[in-house]
């Protein structure tokens, strides 16, 4: 048990993420049906996508959840909405060739409308902040590499980026800890349980079948239909879609073989106001660093307080025991939180792949549709969107998500523990990289 009591955390401290105090998941428990044309594994953002898409293509979903409806990392993130230029900037896309690098662009292009479509029409609620997103480098060495992806996501995307330096980019934030940023102005942000959970109130409302607590054991052919053996009894379905990520387990072991399971880790500081959230962040934006174990914080959307996250894989797992450590990254950030509270301290798993995309494919006849790689709230709804069009036969043509590799991870019993080693590697080479620049 960790003692909460100390000097950084708030006296109404909870162990649970900030969004869920205006939006918690969903208990829901309806009477499971022994038939149904789909039953889709994971209800997070990609499982509630695919749902929403069956619907609008006449299918009703059965959509089955080992916890709370939208209860998984899709609640709990940072929430940061961008166009995927993770991959054409972090090296990913010097492994592909010309034709996949245009496609996998195409799709994220397409994912990022959708998403800013869905979440900016008002019809699910006031959950986007069209914010723009500031990019900051970590030590001097990374500005310089700054125009470089300005110009890739230009090119290849069509994304308009402007480099600030050091100066620029403290009229942005008000620190000296970075040497400059990337501003992209067309990203954003969104409260993500609000979002889910309207997305999973409305499939509910449209006659979508939703029911939480109920694990996923099997599911496996049997005749032209499936057996889906679960907790709460069998359904025998026509199609069978995993979208569980980083909570996938045996049910579909082969993909398992292939996730890496990453904790990442939030705080939320007590309410300080508009006007001292203002003073530290003028533009409201979204934020993250060029370190490899990165930070990312954001204002809350009512602007009271300020979010901040880290991956730091070598921490032990509960929230209550890496919130000290991301207090510490906080006011490294801004010193002047040094005596604010934590009122709230969370984690979630993101799963990260070998190719750092996403994935689409079949194994046994059953489909999944996995791999956030972080990204998730900008990509996972398409993806699953794209994945019952594929089921379902209205789309024909292979995604590009179907044709990138899906390598296997040296897991061992499902376990990523090669993470650990990872973090603390990059860790070292961030200490190292601030070293050699004299900071």
């Not at 048990?1 to 969004?19: H, N, R």
């Not at 709990?76 to 990913?92: D, E, H, P, V, W």
Request: glycine content about 12%; some cysteine.
């Amino acid at each position: 048990m960790v003692d909460t009591s100390g000097d950084i955390f708030a006296g109404d401290f909870k162990a649970s993420p900030y969004w869920w105090d205006a939006a918690a998941p969903l208990i829901c428990t309806p009477d499971l049906p022994e038939e149904a044309d789909l039953v889709i594994v994971g209800a997070g953002f990609c499982g509630l996508g695919a749902a929403r898409r069956a619907l609008e293509l006449g299918v009703t979903p059965v959509v089955l959840d080992a916890g709370p409806i939208s209860g998984g990392a899709s609640s709990r993130s940072g929430a940061m909405l961008s166009g995927g230029q993770k991959f054409l900037i972090n090296g990913t896309a010097d492994q592909l060739g010309a034709e996949l690098l245009v496609a996998l662009t195409a799709a994220h292009a397409e994912a990022f409308d959708y998403v800013q479509r869905l979440a900016g029409s008002g019809s699910l609620g006031e959950v986007l902040q069209r914010s723009g997103r500031l990019f900051l480098a970590a030590v001097p060495k990374d500005l310089a590499r700054f125009a470089g992806h300005a110009r890739i996501m230009s090119e290849l995307a069509g994304v308009s980026a402007r480099v600030l330096g050091p100066d620029d980019v403290r009229q942005e934030i008000d620190t000296r800890h970075y040497h400059g940023g990337l501003l992209v102005e067309a990203f954003g942000g969104l409260h993500p349980s609000k979002f889910a959970v309207a997305l999973a109130q409305d499939l509910q409302q449209r006659g979508a079948i939703l029911r939480s607590h109920t694990k996923v054991r099997a599911a496996r052919r049997d005749g032209d239909r499936f057996l889906v053996r679960t907790s709460a009894g069998d359904v025998r379905a026509r199609h069978v879609l995993f979208a569980t990520n980083a909570y996938t387990d045996d049910a579909m072991a082969s993909v398992r073989r292939r996730l890496a399971p990453v904790g990442s880790y939030m705080i939320a500081t007590e309410a300080i106001g508009r006007e001292a959230v203002d003073a530290l962040m003028p533009a409201r934006r979204m934020y993250s660093d060029s370190k490899r174990n990165l930070w990312y914080f954001r204002p809350s959307p009512d602007g009271e307080r300020i979010l901040f996250g880290a991956r730091p894989g070598l921490v032990p797992g509960s929230p209550e025991r890496a919130a000290p450590l991301l207090h510490r990254f906080l006011t490294r950030v801004f010193p002047s939180l040094a005596e604010v509270r934590i009122s709230h301290a969370w984690t979630g798993a993101v799963a990260m792949t070998r190719s750092h995309l996403q994935h689409i494919g079949q194994r046994g006849g059953c489909w999944f549709a996995v791999g956030c790689n972080g990204s998730g709230v900008g990509i996972m709804p398409w993806l699953g969107h794209l994945a019952v069009e594929r089921m379902l036969g209205t789309r024909t043509t292979p995604t590009v998500f179907e044709r990138l590799p899906f390598g296997w991870l040296p897991n061992l019993a499902g376990r990523p523990w090669y993470v650990p080693v990872a973090a603390g590697a990059f860790g070292f080479m961030d200490w190292l990289d601030r070293r050699q620049a004299g900071l």
